[in-house]
Each structure stands twice: as C-alpha cells, then as structure tokens.
C-alpha cells in the first residue's frame, strides 16, 4: 500500500496489519449498553496493545446530562467490568483524557453546530487531522435524523485531506425496501466507500479462518464442491431468550435477527468463489454472487423448506424458563419466531444439488455457532458394507464457543477385527494459540480506522439477502399461526426442523 | 577442562523425570496414558533452546513454562557442556500445563545435557526428537562461532539470539547470524530478541508523531539522544537504525564524529549515553523548534511522553511500553513471526557502528 502523504513513517510496519489513522470517533448512543460493553473495552483493548494512535478522540454524543469528567467515570467503570483484558489504572488514565461528551438531542441541530466547533478543536489540540468517524450506536429510528443532521451541519465532510467515515450497527432495515431506503438515507450522506455496515460475526476469528481454512490449504479446495459435498449445516443456537431486547425482538424474529445477516455472511464465506484479491471489493464481490445464486423461495417452497417455530416453556440446564410469549414485554399473542430452520439450494456450478441447512434459536439445550460441511460416503465397497456402515466425514468449523475446526474421520479399532470407528481431529484455538482472542469489536474498529472494510457489508449485499429474505417474510404473512411450530425450552428445536433435513438422508449434527 | 555436571544436581533442577535416551518418546507417550483424559496435549512449533551455561538452563525450565502458557509447543533445552572429558548424554522428560476453561493443556519439555563429543554433534541425538512437521524455532544462547555446520543449520526454520548478550562486540556474532540466515535460501528466519526489546519503544516514538502538528516535523529532526542501560548499546543502536531506515537517512560513518544525512542533504547527529537502569531510559529528538522527548520511568514499563513545541498543547502522557522480561520478548518473537524485515534494514543502517 502506498505511503500516503500524512502518514507517520514510523508506524509502518509496527504491526502486521494495515495502520489506523488518528481521528476522532463520535459515538451517538454514547450512553447505551453497546458503548459501555462493547466499544469503550474495545478500544482500551487497543490503547493498551498500543494498537491506537495517540491522537484519538472518543466523543460521546447523546441526551442525557453529563460532564465529560462523570462520563468517563462511568465508563472507567463499565470497562473495568467488561474488558477482556484487566484494566492498567495509568493506561485507563491515559486513554480516558482523550474521551470527552458532547451532550445534545440527536434531532437539534445546534447540538450538530457546537459539535462541528468542538471536532475541529480536537483536529487542532491533538492533531487528528479532521478524520471522523461516526458510530451509530443509537436505535434504528434515529438513524435518519441522526444522518440528516450529520449531513445539514457539513460533518459529513471532512475537512482538509482528512475523512468522514460512518459505522451503521444493524439491523440494515426490517426488509428489502426498508434497507433499501435506510441505504439510499446513509448514501445521501456518506459515499458508499465511506459506510462500513457492522456484523460483528464478521470480526470473530473463526470467521475469518474460514477463507484461509479455504484458501491457503491445498487439500480443502479440491474436495470443496457437489462432486464431495453431501450437504452443509450451518447453526446458531442460543440457550438464552429475548433477555432486555424484547420490545425488537418481538418485531423482528429470528430470519431477520440472525439469518438475514449472520447465516447468509457465514454461508457466503463457506460458498463463494476464491476471491481474485484480499481487498474488500473482491471479497464482496464473490460474496455477493454466492447470494445471487441463491435459489428464490416462492410460496410452496417457502413452505417446504423453512420451519419456523416458537419455544414455549420449559427447562434450559435444570432451570425453569417461561414460554416466548410470557416474557416480559413480549405480546401474549405474538406469532414471532425464535427458531427458524431452512434449506438453500445454491444455483451455481460448484453448489448444484447441494443443499445447506440454516438453523438458529433461542432457548436451545445448547450455546453453539458452526459450520459443519458433511462430506459423501466412501463407496459401498470394502470397508463400508451392510455389515459395517461408515460415518461421512464431516469438517465442522466452530465459531463459538471454543472457536476452532474438527475433521471426522473413520480408523480401526485396535485388536484382530477389522472394526471400523469414527475418531475425531480436532483443533481448539485456545488449547494451541493460548492466548486470549481480540473481541471482534477491536479488530472491526481498527479497520474501519484504517479505512479496511474487508469485514464489514456492503450495501448490495445486505440487499441481495434482503431479496432472498423477503420471499420467505411474504410467504409468512399468507400463514397464520398454524404455521408457527412449537417446541420446547432446553430442546433441540421442533421435530419439523428434524423431518426437514431427513427428507435428504442427513440428520441435524449433535452440537 | 571442565568437569562433568553432577546428575545429582540435574536431578534437582526441575528438568523432570530422568529417561533413557531412547526411550523418551515410549516414556512421553506413557506420561500421557497416565494423565488420562485429564489432559491434552498440544503442539504448534518445535522450541528448541541450546545453552551452554548451567544456570541458564535451569532458569530455562521455568521460561518453557510461562511460555507454554501463550505457545503450545515441544520444547527442547539443550545444556551442552563440550568441554567435558567424557562424551556422555542424559535426558529428563517433563509437561507443563496450563487450564483453559476445563481443560488442562500441556507442553512436553525434553532436556538434554550433552557432554565431551556428544555436545559436538547434537543434532544426531536431539533432531529425533522433534515432532515432526512443525516448524523448528531454536533460540541459541551461546556466542554464534565459525564454523557453520550446515547441516545441523538445515534444520532450523528460525534462530533466535539476543544481541544484547553478545556484549561490546557483536559484530562476528551477526556475521555468523548472516551466514547461517543464508544457508538455505533464506528460509531459517532471524529473530533477535533485543528487536522486540525495543518494540514498546518503538510504538513509544511513533506515537510522539501521530499529532498532525508533530508529524510536520518528522523530516526535519537534527539530533537524536538515547539513553540506554549498561547492556543496551545495541539495543539502542537498533533503535537508532529502525529511525534511519524509516526516515531515509544515510550513516556517514567515515566522519571523526559519524552523523546521518537526510534525502535533503540534512545532517542529523547523534548521541548514544550510557547510564543505569534499562536497555533504553529515554530519547530526545530535536528540531529546530520543537522536542521530543521519552522518558523511562524508573523501575516501571512506562514511558512519558512530551512534544514541547509552542503550537502542541498536550500534557505529558503515559505510554506503555510492555514487558521486558525474557519469557515476554520470546512470546512477542513467535508470536509476530515473519521475516522482519525492518530489522534486517535497520541493522543495515547502523552496520558500521556495530
């Protein structure tokens, strides 16, 4: 990468990964959970890796009433309670002098005025050149106002040779028109290459393994295609419920809380093409192919293929919990699913004729996040004969918890027989890298510093699974509630989920 | 001639469970068995560490430990001892263990005290032991010598030093460090860890210069002070290369008092000064309006930082610098892996005054 003019020279190359730029990062929201437990650890994190520039600014920008002295206590606080790390008192200082609040509504426009004159105070006392960046931590319903007077104000220019970049937290929309218009909004402020849409899925290590599980290991490559492929499993299960997000829950559901963005990201990477770079739009690109190959959904299909269901009450590891529409602020009538499980066909050469399965929920027997690619059988010959029926190989690679990749494999059991039994090689990041995973908010906050929006989605993309996910939002709406399946807490989910998948001689894997 | 070590004395060192030498994979396997499945055994790399003084290699035991902890490894300590009158080899084997969540991952350790003849020629008795296909890492805490064996070199994919042990006169070291570097089209990889030594430093500087105002005035520095302990001349000239092949500048070594010029014909003195404390206790960078300074504060890993220049208004702040501790520089070395080579260009800047 070129040098650019207003780099520092003696930054390059102290880390092996592109350089963040100083700048001021204004979060609006500041005084939510997202700031507290999130970004504020986050970046302390990489204050004290040395990973940030000096000259970095944190603005808060919300209501309430605050001095910038009592909100860094609070968030002194929060991060002393969230980091992943424990907190260095002289670094926590440090870091903290360079966090400021900036009280206003986020719909006055004076509150934007006395903003721009406080942000180039900044760029003047502690040389951030007039870099922005604007975290939209706040509810999706500000986001236009916010936008809007982000835009009046001229803070969505930056001045000088510096930048204005923007960080929109999903939910990108509750549909395809909705997104659509969410993108036009944000586009009508910031250009498409200065918007980086946040999945925080995308910033966790194993995520990012998958391409160089993919790309750098011969030997995958080869055996990744229908010719080898039986089928793929790819899951989010959960054992805790709606918790405090109840009021959006209700309202979304899990396709569009968990597969509209999470599964299709994870399902793009597992699916698309060898990208021709490692640049963002070259990732992207591929990734958005894998989405339009997806196989549309009409009404039948929809029907078929997708189980969508709701936990009612029932026990998640000895303990008691009350039915979906007993939590609270949940309606009591509320056809919302918690547990959606699907079938993708992905009309491309490499995918004909097999299928993925998608399944996520909520107050499952188990907390996991995988991908699980299920090799064919050996042929029906030697070893794998009526007498002695072999287990596929199967590579899971687990996202969390205990992030790593296991390959299933058949051996022979020690002794004069020849028994054949499935043995398992596994890798756990943990075990063999030790030391503790950045959270995935410090590895995207740095690169959207660093202008590297590899890991974040762009704005065809969220489209293209919108689309994909609008067909199947369509066909609910002609359900009614005899259409929403059951199942209980602390289970595995409804037994159509499990007729789904075994119409394809395949079962759900045991997580 | 030196005299043969004590087994009584090995014994208590900490190296483990004494084993036959051939025997010490059959003894490793059964240390396993005997574990169960409370444990799990875990291997990235190969660590091989080659001494030839006793004391280091007990307190080596202790460093393969805090290691383990950040890199899964079979670690090897060799104690070579070619002076001895009588070619002799023993072996201990020992795990050491750490809990992650609910399990207990280990590292093996193997160490090898290698006397008279044997010490000459460790590679016959030592490389079969590796586990294989993983990459060998051998940190070598003895003066590198003429001549190489290229074949024991052959071996190794990184080689590890620490310049700062190779006392006032460094340079046959490096030569031999090169040397070996070379032999295999330069794949054994250099990792000095005096490099990491001044890594914090590093992002120390560079942090003195992220304020706009500051950076204006990279390129026009004309005098740079480090202050560095009673062994860190070098670590003090590698800092001093790493700004010379960052900011372009040129050794003009043939001079009474050497300087370096910059691309615009600027000179830029120096000054290397010895006092107590740590490798490196401060710098000061000077323009002509406008300082630079890092100061070390004592017994601390922190540094102070100051840009005085009528237009920053910036207080002083505190800059962590990271551990300096030897289990810390080799995590940091394998962790960073690579092939460094702003080391090899900063080395380059500073041969003449080596």
């Known amino acids: 990468m070129p040098e650019s003019k207003s780099a520092n020279p003696l930054r390059e190359g102290l880390t092996n990964r592109s350089l963040p730029e100083p700048c001021s990062i204004i979060i609006f929201g500041a005084t939510g959970d997202l700031t507290h437990r999130k970004l504020v650890p986050a970046l302390y994190n990489l204050a004290a890796e040395g990973a940030l520039p000096q000259a970095v600014n944190v603005v808060g920008f919300a209501r309430r009433d605050k001095t910038d002295e009592s909100f860094r206590a609070e968030l002194g606080e929060t991060t002393r309670q969230f980091s992943r790390r424990q907190v260095n008192e002289d670094i926590w200082a440090g870091f903290a002098g360079s966090i400021c609040y900036h009280r206003s509504a986020f719909d006055d426009p004076a509150g934007y005025a006395t903003l721009a004159e406080r942000l180039d105070a900044l760029d003047r006392e502690r040389g951030t050149r007039g870099n922005r960046l604007f975290y939209l931590a706040a509810s999706p319903d500000q986001f236009e106002v916010i936008l809007r007077n982000l835009r009046e104000s001229g803070l969505n220019r930056a001045p000088g040779d510096g930048w204005a970049r923007v960080i929109v937290e999903k939910p990108f929309g509750t549909d395809l028109a909705s997104a659509r218009d969410l993108n036009a909004l944000v586009e009508a402020s910031f250009p498409e290459s200065d918007t980086y849409r946040i999945d925080h899925y995308l910033g966790k290590e194993t995520a990012q393994n998958i391409m160089v599980l993919r790309f750098a290991n011969a030997i995958f490559e080869q055996l990744w295609n229908a010719r080898y492929i039986h089928h793929v499993q790819i899951t989010a299960s959960e054992q805790i419920g709606v918790e405090g997000r109840a009021g959006y829950y209700d309202k979304a559901g899990a396709l569009r809380d968990m597969i509209q963005n999470h599964l299709l990201q994870l399902l793009c990477l597992t699916a698309m093409e060898p990208p021709v770079g490692l640049d963002a739009d070259s990732i992207r690109d591929e990734k958005v192919k894998v989405l339009r190959a997806l196989r549309p959904l009409d009404d039948a299909a929809a029907h078929k293929l997708v189980v969508r269901a709701q936990y009612g009450a029932g026990a998640v590891n000895g303990t008691r919990v009350p039915a979906y529409r007993d939590e609270q602020n949940v309606n009591p009538e509320s056809l919302t699913e918690t547990y959606v499980a699907m079938q993708v066909n992905i009309d491309n050469w490499r995918w004909a004729g097999v299928p993925f399965f998608l399944r996520v929920g909520k107050r499952l027997a188990k907390a996991a996040t995988e991908i699980a690619v299920q090799f064919k059988g050996a042929p029906p010959v030697l070893f794998n004969v009526a007498r002695q029926t072999l287990t596929n190989n199967v590579l899971v690679i687990r996202i969390q918890p205990d992030e790593g990749i296991s390959l299933r494999m058949s051996a022979k059991v020690p002794g004069a027989a020849v028994r054949v039994e499935p043995v398992k090689m596994d890798f756990h990041y943990g075990t063999s890298f030790g030391k503790g995973t950045p959270e995935a908010y410090e590895r995207l906050l740095l690169d959207a510093m660093s202008g590297d929006a590899t890991l974040f989605a762009r704005r065809d993309e969220v489209e293209e699974a919108w689309r994909f996910v609008d067909r199947i939002l369509d066909a609910w709406s002609a359900q009614d509630a005899e259409g929403l399946a059951m199942y209980s807490a602390g289970t595995w989910g409804p037994t159509e989920a499990d007729d789904l998948i075994t119409r394809h001689s395949a079962t759900w894997r045991r997580l | ?354």
């Open chain 2, 1 to 354: 001639m030196e005299a043969a070590v004590s087994v009584a004395t090995l014994d208590q060192a900490g190296f483990g469970i004494p084993v036959e030498i051939e025997r010490i994979d059959r003894d490793l396997n059964k240390l396993w068995e005997d574990a169960g499945e409370k444990k799990t055994r875990a291997s990235l790399i190969n660590l091989v560490l080659y001494s030839e003084n006793l004391e280091s290699a007990f307190e080596n035991t202790s460093l393969i430990a805090d290691i383990a902890g950040e890199h899964a490894c079979r670690a090897i300590l060799i104690l070579a001892k070619p002076d001895a009158p009588e070619a002799k080899a023993s072996a201990w084997i020992n795990a050491h263990c750490r809990m992650i969540g609910e399990r207990e991952i280990c590292s093996e350790q193997i160490t090898f005290v290698l006397e008279g003849d044997a010490a000459r020629e460790p590679a016959g008795i030592v490389f079969p032991h590796l586990d294989s296909d993983l990459p060998l890492c051998l940190w070598w805490q003895a003066p590198l010598q003429k001549p190489v064996d290229a074949r024991f070199w052959a071996w190794v994919d990184r080689l590890i030093y620490d310049s700062a042990e190779w006392g006032d006169s460094p340079a046959g070291s490096f030569a031999v460090a090169r040397e070996i570097c070379g032999l295999r089209d330069g794949r054994t990889v250099p990792g000095d860890l005096n490099w990491m030594r001044v890594l914090g430093t590093r992002f120390a500087l560079a942090s003195l210069f992220d304020h706009a105002l500051a950076l204006e005035r990279i390129r026009s520095l004309d005098r740079v002070e480090i202050t560095h302990g009673p062994r860190g001349r070098m670590t003090a000239l590698l800092l001093l290369g790493w700004l010379a092949a960052r900011l372009d500048w040129t050794l003009q070594p043939m001079m009474a008092s050497p300087f370096f010029s910059a691309p615009d014909g600027r000179q830029i003195t120096f000054a290397l000064q010895e006092t107590d404390g740590a490798h490196i206790s401060g710098c000061r960078f000077v323009s002509a309006d406008r300082e630079f300074l890092l100061e070390r504060q004592p017994g601390t890993t922190l540094y102070e930082a100051t840009v005085s220049c009528p237009s920053v208004q910036e207080p002083p702040r505190v800059v962590h610098v990271g551990s300096e501790k030897t289990a810390d520089l080799l995590i940091s070395e394998l962790s960073r892996g690579g092939r460094h080579t702003q080391y090899l260009a900063s080395l380059q800047k500073i041969a003449p005054l080596i």
